[in-house]
């Protein structure tokens, strides 16, 4: 007798009680998208949402509402956006099969047509053929060419249906495919845009021997900051770095992106330490300079800061490992007092900062 039905209701109880008592120490809200984000954790079937999430409770200690959103967004809602593709894909196939069946018919409505006009043909060449049997075949020659310019005329006219048809699929996959790279809350690139983009210029730095730099940053003391003034206000922190960051990073093929909670990555392409620094000083001033207004009251929140850390692709340097080296001048950054940027020439050995 089997027992898969019970045994599957019993995982998921047990899994239920995992996330609440996840939800209840890492999490400062309890939500249904919060719980969907645990559900998911404690069942381990999304490794890459998983590693996230150790990464933000190792550095902060818990979840904030605006993580809860972002890997709920990246990782959930993502999964969303695939199966509107794929239905997507599944319209487009068939379509283009519909303008490959008409085509098919065309061709043998052609084909047909050519051997009844050579047919015909032998028929005129034939020296005994009377008036009678060449006025016969004349009006079938006319039928004939009647039919093919009808079926000619049907098969534009779909193939102009189906242009357009496609031209909408094909728009509407290419919507699909940014916001499924897009942090709906910046308007930056997410998790799954940085970690593609940092792959794709280290591939491209080793390839050609050009530099590829990486600035990553973070806000300084983001979550007292939430929880004394709230999570819209929060966001608007958010917003505002990816402005600043907009605004200064004007470098061709750069990826700007918010790949967690209050962390920013900036992937620079052709880019060298030198002007990396410059581009994440650039960034820092313009933050600190800026002055935040709660909007509901016109109230002054004062000022941000961000910490930033800077590196450059070594020789044997891998997406991971620049990426370990830049996170690690961050937090040497963070620890030398926040409001900073240092790059690995500053920060010291790996293990000094890590």
């Not at 381990?44 to 993580?67: E, S, W």
């Not at 970690?195 to 973070?218: F, K, M, N, W």
């Not at 620049?322 to 010291?348: V, Y």
Request: hydrophobic residues 40%; charged residues 25%.
């Amino acid at each position: 007798m089997s027992h898969g039905p019970d045994l599957d209701r019993d995982r998921s109880f047990v899994l239920a009680q995992r996330s609440f008592e996840l939800m209840r120490d890492y999490c400062a809200c309890a939500t249904p998208r919060a719980y969907a984000v645990w559900y998911l954790y404690a069942s381990g079937t999304q490794p890459l949402m998983n590693d996230a999430i150790k990464r933000l409770t190792a550095q902060n200690g818990t979840l904030t509402n605006t993580d809860i959103e972002s890997l709920h967004d990246t990782y959930i809602d993502g999964r969303r956006l695939a199966v509107e593709v794929d239905r997507m894909n599944s319209s487009l196939i068939a379509e283009v099969e519909g303008i490959m069946e008409m085509i098919e018919v065309s061709i043998r409505s052609t084909a047909q047509y050519g051997e009844s006009l050579q047919a015909l043909s032998q028929d005129i060449a034939n020296t005994a053929t009377t008036r009678t049997r060449l006025r016969e075949i004349v009006t079938t020659i006319i039928a004939n060419t009647r039919d093919v310019t009808a079926n000619n005329r049907t098969l534009e006219a779909r193939m102009r249906e189906s242009r357009s048809e496609i031209e909408g699929l094909r728009e509407t996959l290419e919507a699909a495919r940014l916001e499924s790279l897009t942090d709906a809350l910046t308007g930056l690139g997410n998790r799954k845009s940085f970690e593609t983009a940092l792959h794709r210029a280290c591939d491209a730095s080793q390839a050609g021997g050009r530099p590829t730099s990486l600035i990553v940053i973070d806000i300084d003391y983001f979550k007292r900051f939430n929880d004394l003034y709230g999570h819209l206000t929060g966001d608007q922190v958010l917003r505002l770095v990816a402005i600043v960051m907009r605004e200064h990073v004007g470098q061709p093929g750069a990826t700007l992106a918010r790949f967690g909670g209050e962390e920013f990555g900036i992937v620079l392409p052709e880019t060298d330490l030198a002007e990396a620094r410059a581009v994440a000083e650039r960034v820092r001033t313009s933050v600190t300079g800026r002055e935040l207004v709660k909007r509901s009251t016109g109230e002054s929140l004062g000022k941000v800061t961000v910490s930033l850390g800077v590196a450059t692709r070594r020789e044997d340097d891998n997406a991971v490992s620049l990426l370990e080296r830049a996170d690690a001048c961050l937090f040497a950054a963070k620890r030398a007092g926040r409001n900073r940027t240092l790059d690995e020439t500053e920060a010291g050995p790996l293990r000094d900062v890590a």
